[in-house]
């Protein structure tokens, strides 16, 4: 437990410096998402690399990894839907956009977007929250998962089928990598279409 605890340290770090960075020197911001664009290409191919390598522990499990991956999505939903009510409530804002941001599942190129087309403020929001989630699973996901387990899966969203992937894979095994790939795809199909009618909730 110990060391789990421990090894999340280096992921919180580097986030802590990224964010000193672009807080303290103005990179271009074109520049910056060049660059993650790229690192995200050698990500992903590591990862099917380690895939590759572990196809049959992988396809022994997958049966399991994909009913688990549709329970993980389920429960996404279930708790993105409450957090948006409770957000809606507590901070007395607009229920369609509270739900809008809250069920984006890190994926903050879609609602941030999406979601300024119809309100820029509610769209900033959007967008920065659901960055913020993607990096605070790819931080505390060390964490969570040596608390919670396999559930702790479902904090990543629609970003457990690429970039929060490795860390996953790193920390919980390649047995959840199909749980962790299910969850992500039926949320990024499903996302799409759930937000219109989500925005134009009054």
Same mark, same amino acid.
Not at 28 to 56: F, Q
Not at 93 to 117: D, E, R, V
């Given at each position: 437990?110990?060391?789990?605890?421990?090894?999340?340290?280096?992921?919180?770090?580097?986030?802590?410096?990224?964010?000193?960075?672009?807080?303290?020197?103005?990179?271009?911001?074109?520049?910056?998402?060049?660059?993650?664009?790229?690192?995200?290409?050698?990500?992903?191919?590591?990862?099917?690399?380690?895939?590759?390598?572990?196809?049959?522990?992988?396809?022994? +499990?997958?049966?399991?990894?994909?009913?688990?991956?549709?329970?993980? +999505?389920? @429960?996404? /939903?279930?708790?993105?839907?409450?957090?948006?009510?409770?957000?809606?409530?507590?901070?007395? !804002?607009?229920?369609?956009?509270?739900? @809008?941001?809250?069920?984006?599942?890190?994926?903050? #190129?879609?609602?941030?977007?999406?979601? @300024?087309?119809?309100?820029?403020?509610?769209?900033?929001?959007?967008?920065?929250?659901?960055?913020?989630?993607?990096?605070?699973?790819? #931080?505390? /996901?060390?964490?969570?998962?040596?608390?919670?387990?396999?559930? #702790?899966?479902?904090?990543?969203?629609? +970003? +457990?089928?690429?970039?929060?992937?490795?860390? *996953?894979?790193?920390? @919980?095994?390649?047995?959840?990598? #199909?749980?962790?790939?299910? !969850?992500?795809?039926?949320?990024?199909?499903?996302?799409? /279409?759930?937000?219109?009618?989500? *925005?134009?909730?009054?």
């Amino acid at each position: 437990m110990e060391n789990r605890f421990k090894e999340f340290i280096p992921p919180l770090s580097v986030f802590a410096i990224g964010l000193l960075i672009g807080l303290f020197i103005k990179l271009p911001m074109n520049y910056v998402e060049d660059i993650a664009v790229y690192w995200l290409y050698i990500l992903l191919g590591l990862i099917g690399v380690v895939v590759g390598i572990s196809a049959r522990d992988i396809l022994k +499990t997958a049966i399991k990894g994909i009913k688990n991956g549709i329970l993980l +999505t389920i @429960s996404v /939903f279930i708790g993105d839907i409450i957090s948006g009510f409770i957000i809606s409530f507590i901070l007395k !804002q607009s229920l369609n956009y509270a739900l @809008s941001i809250s069920i984006g599942s890190g994926w903050y #190129s879609l609602i941030g977007p999406f979601i @300024s087309i119809y309100n820029p403020y509610y769209g900033v929001i959007g967008f920065v929250s659901n960055l913020l989630r993607e990096a605070y699973t790819l #931080s505390l /996901f060390p964490v969570f998962y040596s608390i919670f387990g396999i559930p #702790s899966i479902a904090m990543g969203g629609a +970003t +457990t089928m690429d970039t929060s992937l490795g860390i *996953i894979i790193k920390y @919980s095994g390649v047995k959840n990598s #199909s749980s962790a790939l299910m !969850q992500g795809l039926i949320i990024t199909i499903v996302l799409p /279409f759930v937000l219109p009618f989500l *925005i134009t909730i009054r």
